[in-house]
């Protein structure tokens, strides 16, 4: 039964992520993919949300990160790291 669960889940909703615009050409209120390389990272243990802070370039524009109880991103995310 719960394995039936599991293959008939059908998400809800369906975004096709293939298409990446750059930063410079984001827009509010709308969901965008882009890549680029992690310039800058922070990391602000302060009560009481600790967050982990990034700078994305992508050749066009920067664009600041932000994570939320993010501590585990300090082994993964760091300069010179690529990410989508």
């Known amino acids: 039964s719960c394995v039936q669960d599991l293959l008939d889940y059908f998400p809800r909703d ?16 709308q969901i965008h993919t882009v890549r680029g390389t992690i310039v800058a990272v922070d990391y602000l243990a302060s009560r009481p949300r600790p967050r982990f802070e990034a700078t994305l370039d992508d050749g066009t524009d920067r664009l600041a990160l932000v994570w939320f109880n993010g501590h585990w991103l300090r082994r993964t995310l760091h300069p010179g790291v690529q990410v989508r």
């Open 14 to 29: 369906y975004r096709h992520e293939l298409a990446e615009g750059s930063i410079q050409g984001l827009r509010a209120e």
